[in-house]
């Protein structure tokens, strides 16, 4: 008769390089666990030095310095077993997990699936163990696994639970996109169904540059059903009690769960088998643990543009914020955004009127601005562009008015802002939407400027519903009507509208969806029954803005799909498709 | 007794994803071959694509439209075998070399060794095939290699020499970094003498994005002896005689070189045996090829500046380029540069005094304009400098002047090139050198703001030891002298020097090699006799500018380790070190 096991995952925002900072908060979340009386407690992948370290992983001292901070917190798991992630300089580097037990480093499992598509490079800095493994502790046989490990069907996993476990902990840093956590919930499900084993994944949470990381820890029994999740988006201890009898004896019934039956030999590292808790202090079996709601669709994406500017600007060391309100949807969401993460005192908005913004767009602006409570400066730019135009007349002799003239006008504002982040330590948060940065509809070192680009992963439909989801949340709407209402119009020439020049953004987003996120040519986007001459034109912007692309600053990514690590395309291209 | 081998190695210039053109250029450089009397020729790896194409490699199309190019490629090899590197569409995706003979695609090798480090990402792509391969042309068995896989020792290519190659080609596309050349001649040479065999190196050419590809096409004998080699940094067909005789008598006598005495069996696919020549039209054996010799040190670099900004502006359409001349000996080599790659009537200069301008710096940016012939605008922003403080003057109210200030002298220059750019069609080429890269000493959107930064990967001591080398080419050198022995100055306030807030700049350098080159931690350059206030203060800096350089625009990687592609930090890092 297995005793329960009470396990905790400690759902920490482990700050990249902060190997100092990082143990200190495992080394609370410890305590804590044991004063939940936890005999187990787990935390993400990398978690000493949070993640993605990128190069800095390239560093000895870095990763001996990591080491250090591993054998200081194996003095503190007396009383109770640790599971930490963290990068092991061997004869090569290994992401791994250290078991932490009886104040002491009692043994390290190697991740074996390293993932090297999308945003990963992990095959750059690791090396793949090899060896399945599993610790023992209070009687119960707990396998070992990292990350992508558990996304791939088959070993360690299986190897570890034909070999005995029935629980398995996966130590996770699962980068955020829309849909991800469901997904996610659905296929640890079925590795514990297909294994007959409780899962318990830990996932690290908070933003770090261009991911943004959403928790979701959360604890499956054997078959598939949650018996406790993490709230998403914030730090957290989870603690449940997993009774491993159910399991036991739903293998002892089927035979396909044991090795004998299948005619294998499960090779795996036995690290060790702890005792924590004497015989009388077993945890009583029953209600596992909490279990948090997952967020809805757009709660969830807005959650992430949250956390990852805020994460951003905290971990720089960033006081406040500023931004260019336009009146248009875009700032809107970015200053409604900015508010969540950083409360109105630390978010300055600045209008800047040009003789092409409308008094409406100006109004509204400044209602936004009232709404939310935010402080407003104004200064026009109509003086400025002036004074650029006689300084360029004679060179501008011979040639029409044309985009030159309306990306001084974003340029202008953009210098203004950051004069704005000079002097004062500002960061400038830019409004450019997935949409527009697609087709490079927007100005390099104008309306691009600044340090962190919120809503650059997110398609210009996506913004109208994550604004509309905000808005739901008060009581009455900070947002007027007429920003959700009116056309989209950039204002940088008189009665200009964005659909003068693109397709309407109902077929535009769809055209991105199907060339961007999913690599579609233009034979199959047609045949999905978008309009052909649109599609050319569309890959025709997309491929020439790459050179734009490559020069923005870093955003939240919440799609599939996001520019940057994620879409490494040449900038230097002659495909076009 | 083997008859001699003629080879042809096209030294290509392949545009990435320009399939069609590259497709042509190969077909017409194999007749070349042909006409030349070479029985067997050979292109760069992924010469069908161009190297590297990135994401391109996830669409299905792409690596279809690649195959279709190699059919019909495969028609033109008559009277000759082709080797040509493209990306195989199979159950998975192999960076391969198609064997193109008898009109047909005859046989497919796939590289072995993928390399996932600094600046390649093919485990990204790829995966590695498993068998070595030889083929049989008039009698002589050829190994087939890519790139990475003779880079390291042992197989594939110890198995085809063991299985009888005397003559191993290796198609490549290994980008240029000083004194490579070198160093891969060395490393080939070696590889020969331990198996005993011929190695025909074909390299890529050209420049693509962030990486410039020398070319140096070379033939190293059995001894290791250079018999032919093609000049670096220009398009090529190379052709050599190879006579196999010696090489296989001097296996015959060293059993080393034979797999019985080492008590293997070599694994090796045989992918055909083609004859070209009847026996009476045997090629004599003879003087092999034409050597021509290696660039030396800053030649090299010189070169392979010229080369990437030459390439990046032709690849990407344009015709002219722009740039800010400053009097400094950053915007000088820049300008030599242009007018190397583009010759002087396709670049224009601007100068853009302020009242931090002095009289000498302006006097020799027009001197040197005047001596290379470029056609120069100027254009005083001291007006728009007073605008933007006088519209700024109620919230900077209570503030001193500061890098504020600096910092919109600086973006009012970018504003008026990129105005240029946009009305003109003109690239901006910028000129921060890679030391003032490193710590940040260049404004954002300022004068970083452009499409291709020429010298980014160019620390300041090189950029003079450059200008040096390219003012002795002429009889009289076109740059003034006090460009040269003036001390180094933004000129952004008055009496501006770059010791004021760097160490010397030879202090500057040796930490800054050591620290992003050689990934050294401040301990380590202390050891090294660097002073620890200034490696205190040069880590400081370094790691607080990885934003800015997020956002710079591509330039020629000429060093080991480059930003961007090669060095990839994270922005929100607390490391320090």
Redesign the interface.
Known sequence: MARPLRVALGQVNA?????A?NEERIADLIDSAREESAQLVAFPELAITGY?????L?????LADARAAVERLAARAQGIVAVVGFPERAADVYNAAAVLAQGRLAGIYRKQSLP??GVF?E??YFQSGTRPAVIEVDGVTVGLTVCEDIWQPGPPMTEETLAGASVVLNLSASPFQAGKALEREQMIAQRAKDSVACVAFCGLVG???ELVFDGHSVVIDHEGVVIARAPQFAEHLLVATIDPTAARAARLRDTRRRPAARGIEPQVDHLGAFTVLGDEDAPAPGPAGEVADLLDDEAEVYAALVTGLR??VH??GFGKVVLGLSGGIDSTLVALVAVDALGADRVTCVIMPSPHSSPGTQADSRALAANLGLRV?E???E??MG??DA??AD??AD?DP???EE??QA??R???L???S???GWLVVTTANKSEMSVGYST??GDS?G?FAVIKDVPKLLVYRLVEERSRRDPVSPVPDEIVTRPPSAELRADQRDDDSLPPYETLDAILEGYVED?L?R??LVARGLDADAVDRVIGLVDVAE?KR?????GPRVTSRAFGRD???????????
Request: no cysteine.
């Open positions: 700050v990249v390089g902060d190997i900072g993605p370290p990128e190069d800095l390239l560093k000895e001292h870095f090297n598509y490079d095959v750059r933003g770090q540059d994460d951003y971990k720089n400066l200064l026009r730019i003086d400025l004074r650029y300084l360029l060179v501008f040639v044309d985009i030159t990306n001084l340029r202008i953009g210098n203004l950051m004069a704005l000079n002097k004062f390099l070192y400027a340090g690599d040519g034979e199959q050179y490559r020069q923005q600053p870093p879409r490494r395309m040449p900038i230097t291209n002659r495909y076009g498709g």
